[in-house]
């Protein structure tokens, strides 16, 4: 394990780069943002790749409005409808940077602060921050941690912690895109096609529907019989950017698989969080990423939650710790 300063923000404060190694799996984090800018393992035959979308310049994410490439988010992963909730009858306000709604913590969110980091034994690295009372609207003074570590069989474990002095709502998540067919380090462009032609499998009954603005209806549907039915592998296409409703499922066992028949690499994803959203990159629009080009898998609570009392709860209160684990295991056949 090493870190390296790799630039600085337009304030000035400094950049660094973790860099992690462990039976196979190197991966690269990013100080601005918590982003996982890269993450190399090997394919059927051993040969190591470059499998997340990310920019080799770490001087592009903060000219880079979206999609949130790699990016750790909060305060709220996913959608707020009419960037508002009321919280033990006090109504807030937030940030709206999608129309009328908040979309992943706000123009200012979590995806946009440089981390504070320490080593977390020999092959992690603990990220933290403090989320000041009013920040983007949300309440509270939110002390929080996010610790990426290599396992010994090389899967990425994302540890997620916070504490809070006032009521508030908490949904964090991490938005790396993925191509097991490997991705160019040179520019951080595509090299083997679209991730929309790997097969993926999905541990889910049910989906949250969404209406024309991407919010959820309330509603929980069943996915047979529609193009929402993963539990099957099969190709996933383009076209999503949905909330799954996770099954239970044993402890350990995955919520997710993602493989590519051409390089026989295999991503699973296990998960603490009752969500998955998947979301195929369609937005994407060549500068560098074409549509499809990477998919992400994005663990975490429903979308609208503080809107939506029928829906898991994300209040987090003081004497409260918000506690979340997603692991990304990684494997070839």
């Not at 800018?37 to 090997?42: C, F, L, R, W």
């Not at 706000?106 to 990220?127: I, N, Q, T």
């Not at 040179?186 to 969404?210: F, K, S, W």
């Not at 898991?312 to 295991?329: A, H, I, K, N």
């Amino acid at each position: 394990m090493n870190t390296e300063r790799v630039g600085a923000t337009a304030e000035g404060t400094p950049v660094h780069r973790w860099t992690l190694e462990r039976a196979g799996t190197r991966v690269r984090l990013l100080t601005y943002g918590g982003v996982v800018q890269s993450v190399e393992i090997p394919d059927r035959d051993g040969v190591p790749g470059q499998v997340a979308l990310g920019f080799a310049d770490a001087g592009d994410y903060p000219a880079a409005r979206g999609p949130y490439v790699g990016a750790l988010i909060g305060r709220y992963a996913n959608r707020i409808a009419g960037a508002a909730f009321t919280l033990d009858g006090v109504a807030h306000r937030l940030t709206a940077n999608e129309g009328p709604n908040t979309l992943h913590g706000g123009g200012g969110g979590f995806d946009r602060r440089v981390w504070d980091a320490v080593a977390e034994g020999a092959h992690g690295v603990r990220l933290s921050l403090v989320s000041p009372d009013g920040e983007e609207g949300f309440p509270g003074r939110v002390e929080l941690s996010a610790t990426y570590a290599l396992e010994a069989d090389g899967a990425l474990r994302i540890d997620y912690r916070a504490v809070t002095d006032a009521p508030t709502h908490i949904n964090l998540t991490n938005h790396t895109y993925w191509n097991l067919g490997g991705v160019r380090d040179a520019d951080g462009g595509v090299a083997n096609g679209p991730a929309t032609a790997h097969e993926l499998r999905i541990a889910a009954g049910h989906i949250t529907p969404v209406d024309a603005a991407a919010l959820p209806t309330g509603e929980r549907a069943p996915v047979g019989g529609t193009r929402f039915d993963f539990r099957e592998r099969r190709v996933v296409g383009l076209g999503y950017d949905h909330n799954f409703v996770l099954d239970e499922v044993a402890e350990g066992e995955a919520a997710a698989e993602l493989y590519d028949p051409v390089s026989g690499r295999v991503l699973t994803v296990t998960t603490t969080e009752p969500g998955l959203q998947l979301y195929t990159g369609d937005h994407f629009d060549g500068e560098p990423f074409g549509p499809g080009a990477g998919i992400a898998l994005e663990t975490q609570h429903f979308p609208d939650s503080p809107n939506r009392p029928g829906f898991p709860s994300t209040v987090l209160r003081p004497g409260e710790e918000f506690r979340s684990t997603t692991v990304y295991g990684f494997a070839a056949r």
